[in-house]
């Protein structure tokens, strides 16, 4: 029986990728560049490689921050300051929020029903200030963001300083929900955790993590819970 639930954020519950796309292309017009597909089509590469890299412990947040812009203007001959581009970066993308299709039913479905724990690797400032504009924080009895307990997921460390956080804590009745599976999948299965895959494009795990459960849509999770 589960009866807690640790919750990604980004692309679980609220769509990093939709507003990822008009924060870097205002960051870069703001610092005079024009967001041709090519940059930014270079630009998602490279940012994902960074996030594997972080997630495997080789680069810490603060690199990835600025690396990845370092690279793409390396990569292009662009001369403008790479950390001066972070900021602003940073700046509109914590600006609004976008749902996932069917998060804000599920955070009303469960709430009051399961112990809600959210679980993100993000960046805490930028992930504080949309929390806030997505008014989420009051479905929550605590939110874990890598940045500021240490560690990240998929480590075990990050997770056990999570599980520190959580009274009466159980591993057999705790689930971790994400869109990731080098982070959240293998992170919760490293923890020794129920981990259920949001898999919304149906993707292939080409990565071999294999988690205990799948759901395609956010609608499904409250009765795959019932059934645990």
């Known amino acids: 029986m589960i009866d807690t639930l640790l919750i990604d954020l980004d692309n679980t519950i609220l769509d990093f990728n939709k507003a990822e796309g008009p924060a870097l292309a205002g960051a870069l017009r703001a610092m005079g560049i024009e967001p041709t597909e090519e940059l930014l089509g270079r630009y998602s590469v490279i940012n994902l490689a960074h ?22 203007f390396d990569e292009f001959g662009i001369t403008v300051p790479p950390a001066e581009t972070a900021k602003v970066y940073e700046g509109l993308l914590a600006i609004g929020h976008y749902f996932v299709e069917g998060a804000e039913d599920m955070l009303e479905e469960l709430y009051g029903k399961y112990r809600l724990y959210l679980a993100s ?6 992930q504080h200030s949309r929390i806030d504009s997505a008014g989420i924080e009051k479905y929550f009895d605590g939110m ?12 075990p460390e990050y997770f056990e300083k999570c599980f ?21 999948m293998q992170g ?10 949001f898999n ?16 395609r849509s956010l609608s ?8 645990i």
């Open 164 to 184: 520190e956080r959580i009274p009466n804590f159980h591993k057999t009745r705790t689930a971790m929900l994400g869109d990731s599976l080098s982070a959240d």
């Open 121 to 126: 690797n993000g960046i805490a400032k930028v």
């Open 51 to 72: 996030w594997k890299r972080l997630e495997k412990g080789q680069i810490t947040m603060a690199e990835v921050k600025v690396s990845r812009f370092r690279q793409l």
């Open 200 to 215: 919304r494009d149906d993707m292939p795990d080409e990565e071999g993590v294999c988690p205990d459960y799948e759901i």
């Open 144 to 155: 874990f963001i890598s940045e500021e307990i240490g560690g990240r997921k998929p480590e």
């Open 188 to 197: 919760g299965k490293n923890a020794g955790i129920t981990t259920i895959w």
């Open 220 to 227: 499904e999770l409250p009765v795959l819970l019932k059934r």
